[in-house]
């Protein structure tokens, strides 16, 4: 497994906001590259978009709410198995925001995938932090 990481991100809301929004799966089309993703459906529990090149990426929460500081959403639609950890955590101002995601990725998807993935994520994190304020 390939681990990819975003950078972490300080947020001037607390934990529980922060994770009351994300486990509204909806709310991840305003967190993602309106110029890279296309066609977002969705409800809380499962999204599905497309990115460039027209791989269809589907994300499905796992656990009701988030299990200690993250949310589990199992990937599909993509040419490898994956999942992404929302990390979530409390600090003394806000919290601390992150995504984490584990890829079963040969070496060539590997090669082809990983800073693209990297840049998605990294994204997201900073989609965050915008939305909800630096602390």
């Known amino acids: 497994m390939?681990?990819?990481?975003?950078?972490?991100?300080?947020?001037?809301?607390?934990?529980g906001e922060l994770k009351?929004?994300?486990?509204?799966?909806?709310?991840?089309?305003?967190?993602?590259?309106?110029?890279?993703?296309?066609?977002?459906?969705?409800?809380?529990?499962?999204?599905?978009?497309?990115?460039?090149?027209?791989?269809?990426?589907?994300?499905?929460?796992?656990?009701?709410?988030?299990?200690?500081?993250?949310l589990r959403l199992q990937g599909g639609g993509a040419p490898f198995t994956f999942h992404l950890d929302l990390k979530v955590v409390e600090a003394s101002t806000g919290a601390r925001a992150s995504v984490v995601c584990e890829a079963d990725l040969n070496p060539f998807l590997k090669m082809m995938a990983q800073k693209p993935l990297e840049a998605l994520f990294q994204h997201i994190a900073e989609a965050v932090e915008a939305k909800f304020g630096a602390a």
């Open 2 to 15: 390939t681990e990819i990481r975003s950078k972490e991100v300080h947020v001037g809301v607390d934990a």
């Open 20 to 70: 009351a929004h994300l486990q509204n799966l909806e709310n991840l089309e305003g967190l993602l590259p309106a110029d890279k993703v296309k066609d977002f459906k969705g409800t809380a529990d499962e999204v599905s978009f497309k990115i460039q090149g027209g791989i269809e990426i589907r994300l499905t929460r796992t656990t009701e709410a988030f299990e200690g500081d993250s």
